[in-house]
């Protein structure tokens, strides 16, 4: 198996201009007349995800949600009591290129009027305890310093990638380095997110340069090739140089299936299951799930060999859960 590129960058962009556009309650296409709520389903899973994250593993587990601003305010394919409980189970919201990165291109600036609804959206998530982070894509000095300066100004937690890929560790030390512990989300001064660990030689390698950071949140892939990280793998990336601790979440997409993943069976390609609906044409290898299934559920979580069982018997802090945006495109079909 071979890590691809996980982190689905454009998802929260091209879905930006469908953020104010609520949808009735409709079919989840034109073959299958089944009504579903798309929102009310994802935070229904968000909170089946970490209340089973925290029954089966450590107490304190938590989720961050990339892709998951348009959840943070209610509307009538979410009503206020289900929303207000999915944030009280969520501990952080990402958003890329709120600052830098806009269409895919390093450095561009997102337009004000797309910030300005980023910035309602995150901060409905602060309102509700929901740890606000942002992830721009910066190589030039001045755009990036400016984007750390407004994530500062606006209370996000913030970092600057310099690449595209994930798939390496900057050079210079953390943005607002920390030396103190870090023992739950809210204390996090900054974080990393390298999620395509190929260009590293050997897993060796991989987890010595990942253990020598000093960042207070890695946001990583639990495999390493075709293995699982091992308990005492991830046991030694919880711990910063200076010996104090550190958070370690693990990547979880809960709106795709990869066939990269060892759950993935060939004879999917020409049969598959009901839970999955069609191929992402920007990700090859990634095919859209109906995520309120519970046949895909089961293969998110509870039994050994599920997704979220893997990741909690590894020692995993959190999960870092994405496509978490996927219902925008369910409800766009369900327009039409």
Not at 120 to 135: F, R, T, W
Request: aromatic share 12%; glycine share 6%; hydrophobic share 35%.
């Amino acid at each position: 198996m071979n890590i691809k590129i996980l982190l689905a960058a454009a998802g929260i962009v091209a879905s930006l201009a469908g953020l104010y556009t609520y949808h009735n309650i409709a079919a989840a296409n034109n073959s299958n007349k089944e009504e579903i709520a798309y929102r009310q389903e994802m935070g229904n899973l968000i909170c089946d995800i970490k209340e089973y994250g925290q029954e089966h593993g450590k107490g304190d587990f938590f989720i961050i949600a990339n892709g998951g601003a348009g959840l943070m305010e209610s509307n009538e394919m979410f009503p206020e009591d289900d929303c207000d409980k999915m944030k009280a189970h969520l501990d952080g919201v990402m958003v890329e290129s709120v600052n830098y990165g806009w269409d895919m291109a390093m450095d561009n600036p997102t337009p004000v009027e797309d910030q300005e609804i980023f910035h309602d959206l995150l901060a409905e998530a602060k309102k509700s305890g929901v740890v606000p982070l942002v992830l721009d894509y910066c190589r030039e000095k001045p755009e990036t310093q400016k984007s750390y300066r407004e994530d500062r100004d606006y209370g996000y937690l913030g970092w600057v990638s310099a690449r595209r890929d994930l798939d390496r560790l900057p050079k210079e030390a953390p943005n607002n380095n920390n030396d103190r512990a870090c023992t739950e989300l809210s204390q996090a001064k900054n974080y990393l997110v390298l999620l395509n660990p190929e260009a590293f030689s050997s897993k060796e390698s991989y987890i010595a340069s990942l253990a020598a950071s000093n960042y207070d949140l890695l946001i990583i892939d639990a495999y390493y090739g075709d293995s699982m990280l091992t308990p005492q793998d991830v046991a030694r990336l919880q711990y910063k140089p200076g010996g104090s601790r550190r958070l370690v979440a693990s990547y979880m997409s809960v709106g795709e299936a990869e066939d990269y993943r060892p759950y993935w069976q060939p004879k999917w390609k020409t049969n598959p299951p009901d839970w999955m609906w069609i191929a992402n044409g920007d990700w090859e290898g990634n095919y859209r799930v109906r995520y309120w299934s519970k046949d895909w559920q089961k293969m998110l979580m509870g039994s050994p060999q599920s997704y979220l069982d893997q990741i909690l018997a590894a020692g995993f802090d959190g999960a870092f859960l994405d496509v978490i945006d996927v219902f925008y495109a369910f409800e766009d079909i369900a327009n039409q």
